[in-house]
């Protein structure tokens, strides 16, 4: 797959070229050279952790500006459960949702709601499903990990749209009917936790085409958001369309939970998720029928797009779910089968970290980068701008530096 | 076309850092492209043999050939050796501490799993200098 829509880039201003953002990133995806960092784009899985990594804020998340919405005649706000946890004193969700509206748009579509259909369809396709465990296909970073590095886990991956995905979906569908209006003239815009999920959105994982006009971040719209509900001076209508069931998505173990089975797990933050599918890989993983992994710590409440610390947004949003339904979608209400909500592709795997294309040629290459790593001192610096000696040596090997390029500590001595 | 020798110490004192070298090698495979269904059968393969030895051996050395038709698995320790083979291959039978079983670990199907999931395997053992476990599988499948 060619990546022609970057959701993380680099500010050369304020980029220092220090390495913390290349130590940190979990498919080494970059590399410092010329004293800026550079991203592997065909390695990226937009987890944010470089964002999270850089002090220097040379890190940037490539969203789509507020003013995008006016380009629509009527424009629809999804807001992700994620969101609901950002606010100080907020009792009801309901004055979020108002606040919205009095932002701008002609109707808000509840991501959650999406989530609770999403929750619904995995409970329908893990009775039936042959290739235990199911693992989630929410978080796109954990799904592009996969298709670069587990490729045996792919088929384990659940074929069904996103939550934010199928309320796209169904808001245009409802916009359309309720306005007459041609579906262009929809303006649909996901108010995103993370780059991630500006990344899917924009280029589709299991979509064959982009479900949404924009992808707007929370932490652009949340002092806009916040000034409007601090306006609001009446008790705001109720449009909450999901119960704590979805609702429940926005932190780890949310989804899970939604499967109502008792044999599940749910990891969170890249490095966990990445040693659970180490051990699916080795079948050392048994005994469970459902698998839930976020890139973030905490979930979707840990995206680097949020306002709030992780775990205290958590806290609010299980305050805010108290007293809620369970559900308030099921699919039925909306008169949709079930392939309404699968994957319109299969998503490819991508050989990111293959030596060469030709098996004989990636022996040969191999050698080479085994009998350079031998003379390297293993300190794993960063000095010569790769993370680690042994991606140094692959760097020279696969020509991403130039031939003869020598390990800066090896030169001091 | 020659192959390539990758070798491995696998750390016997600590029970954490098990897993480390098939993971290393697990990395490897997919570097040099080859096919998924091959890579799990020698993660798992190997991921069993290298918990053996830290369980039983304390730790060894792990040899892997990548060869242009095959993967050559060589997993040899200086443990207490196997007495009875035979026995030691059927399903469910476990010499494991009880400390290492409260772990999830040692329920008999480490040395099955690894002849499951390989083509050829061979156990040398003699009682008391150690053990050695060679394992082939073909890449012709590819």
């Known amino acids: 797959m060619m990546k022609n829509f970057y959701s993380v880039t680099l500010d050369p201003e304020k980029c220092k070229g220090c390495i913390n953002c290349m130590k940190h990133c979990p498919t080494e995806a970059i590399r410092v050279r010329g004293g800026k960092a550079q991203i592997l784009y065909d390695r990226c899985i937009g987890c944010g952790e470089c964002i999270r990594a850089c002090s220097h804020h040379a890190k940037k998340v490539n969203y789509d500006p507020f003013s995008i919405i006016d380009g629509y005649e009527y424009k629809i706000a999804l807001p992700p459960p994620s969101l609901y946890g950002q606010f100080q004193n907020l009792t009801n969700i309901n004055y979020v949702l108002q606040g919205l509206l009095d932002l701008g748009f002609d109707d808000v579509f509840e991501v959650s709601c999406g989530a609770e259909l999403a929750s619904q369809v995995t409970r329908m396709y893990i009775d039936h499903a042959h290739n235990l465990p199911v693992i989630s296909s929410a978080c796109p970073a954990v799904v592009e990990l996969i298709l670069m590095r587990f490729h045996n886990l792919k088929d384990h991956l659940l074929p069904i749209l996103a939550p934010v995905e199928i309320a796209a979906k169904l808001a245009r569908e409802a916009a359309v009917k309720k306005t007459g209006l041609a579906p262009e003239k929809i303006g649909i815009f996901f108010i995103s936790p993370c780059p991630a999920k500006i990344f899917t959105l924009k280029t589709g994982l299991g979509s064959t085409s982009s479900k949404v006009d924009g992808v707007l971040a929370q932490s652009d719209v949340y002092f806009r958001l916040v000034e409007k509900m601090n306006a609001i001076k009446t008790e705001p209508d109720e449009r909450m369309t999901s119960g704590l069931l979805g609702v429940g998505w926005a932190s780890s173990g949310g989804e899970a939970a939604g499967v109502l089975k008792e044999k599940y797990l749910a990891a969170d933050g890249i490095e966990n998720c990445i040693s659970v599918l180490e051990a699916l890989e080795n079948n050392t993983l048994t005994d469970v029928d459902f698998v839930e992994l976020n890139a973030c710590p905490g979930g979707c409440v840990g995206g680097v797009l949020n306002v709030e610390n992780p775990f205290i947004a958590r806290a609010k949003i299980k305050k805010l779910r108290k007293y809620m339904p369970v559900t308030r979608s099921r699919i039925e209400d909306f008169g949709r089968d079930l392939s309404y909500f699968a994957w319109e592709k299969d998503p490819e795997t991508m050989p990111v970290f293959r030596l060469d294309a030709d098996f004989g040629k990636a022996l040969m290459k191999m050698q080479q980068v085994e009998d350079i790593y031998a003379q390297l001192p293993k300190l794993d610096c960063g000095l010569c701008g790769a993370p680690s000696c042994r991606s140094f040596a692959e760097d020279v090997v696969s020509g991403r530096l130039p031939e003869g390029a020598v390990c800066p500590r090896l030169k001091e001595e | ?142």
């Open chain 2, 1 to 142: 076309m020659s192959g390539i020798k990758l070798s491995y110490r696998v750390d016997g004192d600590n029970f954490s850092s098990a897993g480390e070298a098939s993971e290393q090698v697990k990395m490897r495979l997919k570097q040099l492209g080859v096919d998924s269904s091959i890579i799990r059968r020698v993660a798992i393969a190997m991921y069993e043999a290298e918990i053996n030895m830290v369980i039983h051996a304390k730790g060894g050395m792990a040899y892997v050939e990548v060869e242009p038709d095959r993967i050559v698995l060589s997993l040899q320790d200086e443990g207490p050796g196997i007495a009875d083979i035979e026995l030691a291959m059927k399903e469910g039978y476990s010499t494991a501490p009880d400390t290492i079983r409260a772990l999830g670990f040692g329920a008999g199907m480490g040395l099955p799993n690894m002849k499951k999931y390989t083509d050829e395997m061979k156990i040398t053992s003699e009682v008391g200098k150690g053990t050695t476990v060679d394992m082939i599988i073909y890449l012709s499948a590819k």
